[in-house]
């Protein structure tokens, strides 16, 4: 098909809403998008919704092993919750080695973000209901509850939609559970990278919502099976959290006899630098919920669950699904692995990392266009004065051949390649400097 005729015959069937542009999955290649009508490339700085760890057409991925390896998964799509294979076998050593933390023994694989926290939320109703003494299948569950926060995002499946509050499209006219929202107390920075707000404050109300939630009534610590957060949230505004209110959250759950379960499906699998953005702030979870980098999405759990001998993960088919991810993709999840363990790539984009936030900070110490620099490795935003500011950087940015995100009211993230270069990096900067020109105009 002409590249040219692409949009166009999709549109006849389906929404088309994305950017402008038709990838070249050939000619892409790391940092940069071919755009198959026009011939333009642009610089990648939203990484497919941070899901793209390692660019395009990596040398490593064109290895002949690889290749007939991913041949062969390609082939036939096997129900991998009951028909297990090396190629299987092989890819959770990997993740295991290299990603799992220690002392998290407990893996659950299945294809959506979405239905990775999913099934982080049922593995807490089923381990609190039975912490409860509710262990006939027949007992009524339904006063349990998930208590999460404002600005939050997880998911749009069945359970997520009731914790997902980001933006009213995403989960309105849609049934959902009342449970208990927080208020989130995430950090402002300053030109130099300091906490510049009133951080304790924004705290103690938060932690004032939590103890009001748990003392509205005298059942209500029964009721809370898990306490749910994105270490650091994506889509809500790239809000980060100081360790010390992960700790006050970590000793709630323990209070109420929760689960504390983290949602990294945007933050983690090595784009902070670390396997998991939880690592950085040190305050180890329950469960947590991962994917789009790891490409295949999932869950793991700590000895926590095995208080309950019959938990979801000794259970057979209390979690479960077709295909239990999908072979395909945990073929190329080993890949990115061992490519990112060889070539360290953790520590580079750590580096690369820094060398972007300190350039941001500079441009808007003496521009003044944006504040609030902020972020660690791959996963960086800023924040402007008005929506209407960050929307047209935004474009600007396109016009400059360079893709971000917004997030939030008035941010705008990067959601950097893994492999980006300092040069590479420089082009973003300078990309980002221009286009503060005609945002200085809004």
């Known amino acids: 098909m002409n590249p040219n005729r692409v949009l166009d015959e999709l549109a006849r069937h389906q929404l088309v809403d994305g950017y402008p542009l038709v990838v070249d999955l050939e000619r892409s290649e790391g940092v940069w998008i071919h755009d198959a009508a026009s011939g333009q490339r642009y610089l990648d700085g939203f990484t497919c919704f941070a899901s793209m760890p390692l660019g395009y057409n990596h040398p490593g991925m064109m290895d002949p092993d690889y290749l007939q390896t991913l041949k062969l998964a390609s082939l036939c799509n096997v129900s991998n919750a009951d028909l297990y294979s090396v190629e299987m076998a092989q890819f959770v050593d990997a993740f295991a080695e290299h990603a799992t933390p220690e ?22 109703f089923d381990w609190k209901a039975r912490r409860l003494g509710r262990n006939n299948f027949e007992d009524n569950c339904n006063d349990l509850m998930i208590m999460h926060f404002r600005q939050a995002f997880h998911g749009r499946t069945g359970y997520t939609m009731s914790v997902t509050n980001t933006l009213p499209d995403k989960v309105g006219l849609f049934p959902k559970f009342n449970w208990p929202r927080i208020h989130n107390p995430s950090c402002r920075f300053d030109h130099d990278g300091n906490v510049c707000n009133d951080i304790e404050a924004e705290e103690a109300r938060a932690c004032a919502e939590i103890e009001a939630a748990i003392g509205s009534c005298p059942a209500c610590v029964n009721r809370i099976a898990g306490i749910l957060i994105e270490p650091m949230q994506g889509e809500g505004g790239d809000n980060h959290f100081r360790p ?12 109420c006899d929760a689960l504390l379960l983290y949602d990294e499906v945007q933050s983690g699998f090595f784009g902070s630098g670390k396997p998991w953005f939880w ?11 991962f994917g789009k980098k790891s490409q295949v999405c999932g869950i793991y759990a700590g000895s926590r669950l095995d208080e309950i001998e019959h938990n979801v993960f000794r ?21 990115y692995i061992e490519l990112i363990v060889q070539d360290g790539l953790a520590d580079h984009v750590l580096t690369v990392g820094d060398h972007v936030i300190n350039g941001m900070r500079e441009i808007a110490r003496s521009t003044q266009a944006f504040e609030n620099v902020r972020g660690v490795g791959s996963l960086i935003a800023c924040c402007f004065e008005t929506p209407e500011a960050r929307d047209q950087m935004v474009r600007d940015l396109f016009d400059h ?11 705008m993230r990067f959601r950097l390649p893994l492999v ?12 980002v400097e221009s286009a503060t020109k005609r945002v200085a105009a809004v």
């Open 103 to 124: 002392g998290f023994n407990h893996h659950f694989w299945i294809a959506g973000g979405g239905l990775a926290v999913e099934n982080a939320m049922k593995a807490a």
């Open 244 to 255: 010390e209110f992960m700790a006050r959250l970590r000793q709630y759950a323990d209070d």
């Open 279 to 289: 690592q950085h702030q040190g305050v180890a979870p329950d469960v947590v919920a």
């Open 315 to 335: 259970r057979s088919s209390r979690i479960n699904s077709t295909w239990g991810g999908n072979l395909v993709d945990m073929v190329r999840s080993r890949r």
């Open 401 to 411: 051949n360079v893709i971000v995100l917004p997030c939030g009211t008035q941010s």
């Open 420 to 431: 980006m270069t300092i040069e590479e990096s420089d082009h973003l900067l300078n990309a």
